[in-house]
């Protein structure tokens, strides 16, 4: 039995890893002109993650297909999610004009 625990705490230990290794990973440019010309997607809008990886938004309006990148210092985009039926957001409730009562 101790073995078998041993060798789970190992495979558990690693699954990370594992996953890790199967992102979808390439260079900027090759990632995003499979979107542009694949997808018909467009840059959304992103932002830092830290000071050396930025998180990217791009969707098709026309298709419904949205992707999120991880782009990291070095020129590598990594998708980290992507899906279909994008929805843009609802419009920010506007405030009445005047002063309260």
């Not at 290794?21 to 959304?44: H, M, P």
């Not at 098709?60 to 999610?81: F, H, K, N, P, V």
């Amino acid at each position: 039995m101790p073995r078998f625990l041993t060798g789970l705490t190992a495979t558990v230990a690693l699954l990370p890893a594992a996953l890790h290794a199967q992102t979808n990973c390439a260079a900027r440019d090759t990632v995003i002109e499979k979107l542009a010309s694949g997808y018909g997607e467009v840059f959304s809008g992103g932002g830092l993650q830290n000071s050396s990886a930025i998180f990217e938004v791009w969707h098709s309006e026309e298709q419904g297909t949205w992707t999120i990148l991880l782009t990291r210092a070095d020129g590598t985009s990594c998708i980290m999610a992507s899906g279909t039926n994008w929805r843009d957001a609802l419009p920010a409730k506007q405030k009445a004009k005047g002063t309260p009562s």
